[in-house]
């Protein structure tokens, strides 16, 4: 019985999970999609999408193709703070004026790739900011 072995080594894999800093939580229900490109001049090829679970996580975004050398994560994330805000009633000073309160609809993040490797790129969401970085 043969095992091939290459598809693992070939493409690099992608996770992330969203913590809400502004209640301590994980987001759940929030979009995200997976788009990737070979080389910097190449265009976006969109590869599919999921959405955070209970916990915040999404681990089952598709395998990006061989020879990616960039991929780009998009949160929709202004439906997730529009039902938080609906639920909870935010009396932010964003959200007295009539406004949307969502600063950022949606975050678009975007980093270098190699073969083989695997990366999990936690986002630290609050309606104001957000912070992103390399996890394990």
């Known amino acids: 019985m043969s095992t091939d072995t290459t598809a ?10 969203i913590l809400d800093t502004s209640v301590g939580r ?10 990737a490109r ?8 969109a590869l599919g999408g999921s959405a955070t679970d209970a916990d915040g996580r999404c681990e089952d975004l598709p ?15 202004e439906p997730y703070f ?4 609906a639920g909870a009633r935010q009396d932010a000073p964003a959200n007295r004026d009539g406004g949307s ?9 975007t980093f270098a790739v190699v073969p083989g490797e695997h990366y999990h790129v936690p986002l630290l969401l609050n309606p104001f900011g957000y912070s992103v970085y390399r996890g394990s």
């Open 8 to 17: 693992s080594v070939s493409t690099a894999s992608v996770s992330t999970h």
């Open 26 to 35: 994980p987001a759940r229900g929030v979009a995200v999609h997976l788009s």
């Open 38 to 45: 070979s080389g910097r001049q190449a265009p976006w090829q």
């Open 63 to 77: 395998a990006p193709p061989e020879g990616t050398t960039h991929l780009r994560l998009d949160f929709a994330v």
């Open 82 to 85: 529009t039902d938080q805000r």
């Open 101 to 109: 309160g969502v600063f950022f609809p949606e975050v678009a993040v």
